[in-house]
T-cell receptor, first 112, second 113 residues
């Protein structure tokens, strides 16, 4: 099992460009999450999906959209990237909300 | 949401037992306490979860007093490879509907040879 996979691993964008971060899990988990982590900071929840077909805003949703494509996949879209969105993005999944979360390797995004 | 407070950093020598305490004064009745470990450039990894009293696994122990307003993660005989950031989280065990977990800044543990 691959666990949680994320693509791409690294990305550089110019201000105003758009992109989609992909996340997939093969553990048949119901819940999936997107976090961002800025240097020296903890993780902040952007959006989460408690179950297939539902998405909810987290602590810092502005500037992002998500799609729970199916049970396996949960994508994060930046419609118009800003330098403030430079961060490391982690996707995670858990069997259900509140259970232990399994994290992907992260996507390091730089917006210039 | 229950807010948590942890020390920003701790140092320990190899082979010592390390105890990291987390305060969560407004923990709710249905909240569990969960600890994660994060190494540089990696996503966090689950360590242990508990509701009350003591929980032990092959990696750590979690001590939760009767009032549940704090918890202590205990790492026995740490090694250099335990140098990481440790996060304490409080939230419902299995939620229906919306809820959020807050990671906070965690405790940076440095193990010294």
């Amino acid at each position: 099992n691959a666990g949680v996979t994320q693509t791409p691993k690294f990305q550089v964008l110019k201000t105003g460009q758009s992109m989609t971060l992909q996340c997939a899990q093969d553990m048949n988990h119901n819940s999936m999450y997107w976090y961002r982590q800025d240097p020296g900071m903890g993780l902040r929840l952007i959006y989460y999906s408690a179950s297939e077909g539902t998405t909810d805003k987290g602590e810092v949703p502005n500037g992002y959209n998500v799609s729970r494509l199916n049970k396996r996949e949960f994508s994060l879209r930046l419609e118009s990237a800003a330098p403030s969105q430079t961060s490391v993005y982690f996707c995670a999944s858990s069997a259900t909300s509140g259970r232990e979360q399994y994290f992907g390797p992260g996507t390091r995004l730089t917006v210039t | 949401l229950a807010k948590t407070t942890q020390p920003i950093s701790m140092d320990s020598y190899e082979g010592q037992e390390v105890n990291i305490t987390c305060s969560h004064n407004n923990i709710a009745t249905n909240d569990y306490i969960t600890w994660y470990q994060q190494f540089p450039s990696q996503g966090p990894r689950f360590i242990i979860q508990g509701y009350k009293t003591k929980v032990t696994n092959e990696v750590a122990s979690l001590f939760i007093p009767a009032d549940r307003k704090s918890s202590t993660l205990s790492l026995p005989r740490v090694s250099l490879s335990d140098t990481a950031v440790y996060y304490c989280l409080v939230g419902p065990y299995s939620g229906a509907g919306s809820y959020q977990l807050t990671f906070g800044k965690g405790t940076k543990l440095s193990v010294i040879p």
